[in-house]
């Protein structure tokens, strides 16, 4: 018995991966670091928001809905203040000691 | 099939394939990224084996400290221009050292391998033991009772040898920079994203690092998962500029240091006058259980720090 309850999570959680399937494919096909993180930050951020969503509609408690909405905000904060370090770094051409992969 | 066993079969097949690329990795940082990948995947197979202390410590020590500590290491090697010696020596040497290698590996799988199938079926071991006195450790959360009670030498032993590690690290300091401050000065852009983060952070960690302490007692958690917690955030903190690290010399930062383990030792010395080396009279066991966590998590966030920032680099 299949319930609009599970197709709910079905369906926001297929679309999650899609976005996560999408981000990887960027990540490993696009030509620079700011394109890559482009990509990358549409899987962190609605591809785990979208599984979250429809994690949470199986919960069962609201409690532990909530808790599952943090996990996705600090997920957000620290995905979007990693990702402007990353970008700066790479903007100002002079790399970090160790994001030299260049012999 | 069911779908649980599909997963695990999935987890499996990528442990084995993130850690065997780890070791073949060409480049010294990609080792170390996927290194951080397969603790990050472990910890998710101790999930899915219901150890979720096990989990804890492995996402926090095994992949995020450990790996923090390699990175640290490569940039070293980097900086004076070893890390990219890892091109081995050709020919006949390199030939013997890759089949002694091999054969060591190989060996030791084996041995482990048989090991696990000499193990008895029913798997049950200690845990009856253990369970039958959990009511007289003070504590409810199994792990917990075997850590701190049961078997307190062992993790008296796991902090005293963190603390070792420290001192290890100082004596690499240069002479003119005894006593100095470890790690480098951090630049930071005050009106920054990272000044904004490191400021946020702290109250969610320090929130998370009480929360990992006090469900210790009965619920997976305990003082090396919330010192680990507490030592990101106030790295995070100083990464982002808002504080340093004190010198070496400061008293307080060596009273921190000792704080957990002279603690520890001295219930643990109580405990011998009456009767027990590390045993508690079972009507302060639960107060003392708690505060030796309590303190040890300070220390170990203390010890943590410290080994990440390194040797002392400037001076005060």
């Known amino acids: 018995m299949v319930s609009i309850m599970d197709i709910a999570t079905l369906a926001f959680a297929s679309a ?25 930050t549409k899987a962190d951020n609605l591809g785990l928001g979208l599984i979250v969503i429809g994690l ?31 970008a700066r770094a790479a903007l100002t051409g002079r790399p970090h000691t160790l994001s030299r992969s260049d012999p | 099939m069911t779908p649980a066993l599909i997963l695990d079969l999935l987890l499996c097949v990528l442990i084995g394939a993130v850690a065997l690329s780890a070791v073949l990795a060409r480049d010294l940082l990609a080792g170390i990224v996927l290194f951080i990948v397969y603790g990050l995947l472990a910890a998710v197979a101790w999930v899915r084996l219901d150890a979720i202390d096990v989990a804890l410590a ?106 070792a590690a420290v001192i290890g690290v100082w004596s690499l300091t240069p002479d003119r920079f005894w006593g100095g401050v470890p790690g480098l000065r951090q630049h930071a852009r005050p009106d920054g994203v990272l000044a904004y983060f490191g400021r946020l952070l702290p109250a969610v960690g ?33 990464m982002a500029g808002l504080t340093d690290a004190p010198a070496v010399s400061s008293r307080r930062l060596r009273l921190l240091l000792v704080l957990g383990p002279a603690f520890f030792l001295l219930v643990g010395s109580m405990g011998a006058f009456a009767g027990v080396f590390l045993g508690y009279p079972p ?34």
């Open chain 2, 206 to 238: 320090f929130l998370v690092a009480v929360h990992l302490l006090w469900a210790g007692a009965d619920a997976p958690g305990g003082a090396f998962q919330a010192g680990t917690v507490l030592a990101a955030v106030w790295l995070l903190a100083a």
């Open chain 1, 16 to 40: 999650g991966v899609a976005f996560f399937v999408a981000g990887t494919l960027g990540l490993l096909r696009f030509p620079d670091v700011h394109s890559r993180l482009h990509a990358l």
């Open chain 1, 56 to 86: 949470m509609l199986q919960a069962g408690s609201l409690w532990l809905a909530l808790k599952l909405g943090l996990v996705w905000l600090l997920a957000i904060l620290a995905a979007a203040t990693v990702s402007q370090l990353i």
């Open chain 2, 58 to 163: 492995e996402a926090a020590i095994g992949a995020g400290l450990t790996g923090i500590l390699l990175v640290g290491a490569a940039a070293r090697l980097r900086r004076r221009g070893e890390g990219k010696n890892v091109e081995p020596t050709r020919g006949m040497r390199r030939a013997f050292g890759r089949a002694g290698q091999l054969a060591l590996c190989a060996g030791g799988t084996a041995a482990l391998i048989a090991l696990a199938l000499t193990l008895p079926r029913d798997g049950a071991g200690l845990r009856p033991l253990a369970e039958q006195n959990l009511a007289a450790s003070g504590i409810s959360n199994p792990v917990t009772a075997v850590l701190l009670n049961f078997r307190g030498y062992d993790t008296l032993l796991e902090v005293v040898v963190l603390l």
């Open chain 2, 283 to 316: 009507s302060v066991s639960t107060a003392s259980i708690l505060a030796i966590e309590v303190l040890l998590a300070i220390s170990i966030a203390a010890m943590l720090s410290l080994l990440v920032l390194g040797v002392p680099r400037r001076l005060p």
